[in-house]
Nanobody
């Protein structure tokens, strides 16, 4: 089982920025595809951004051009840089990977975009 610990959430005004971090146990970040999901109140959890083993990235249309996923293999950490934040970006953000034949999730970090 992989341990994933998110941090960096908080309250930010529309148009602001936050950087989320996901610290992983072991050396899995360099070996696995890593994902960021979010869950808004009353909505299903959705995939926001992914980074593959080779560094390829994918984003949900609503965040393209505003969010950037990256990773630091030496620190075993994945990041989500979020710029030009909108109220609809509000939600709990979760780090995820599939390892050990199962989904592995962090505890989540709350992001609130409000004036």
């Amino acid at each position: 089982q992989a341990q994933l610990v998110e941090s960096g959430g908080g309250l930010v005004q529309p148009g602001g920025s936050l950087r989320l971090s996901c610290a992983a146990s072991g050396s899995i970040v360099s070996m696995l595809a890593m994902n960021w999901y979010r869950q808004a109140p009353g909505k299903q959890r959705e995939l926001v951004a992914s980074i593959g083993i080779g560094g390829s990235t994918n984003y949900v249309d609503s965040v393209k051009g505003r969010f950037t996923i990256s990773r630091d293999n030496a620190k075993n950490t994945v990041y989500l840089q979020m710029d030009s934040l909108k109220p609809e970006d509000t939600g709990v953000y979760y780090c995820h990977t599939f390892w050990g034949f199962r989904d592995n999730w962090g505890q989540g970090t709350q992001v609130t975009v409000s004036s």
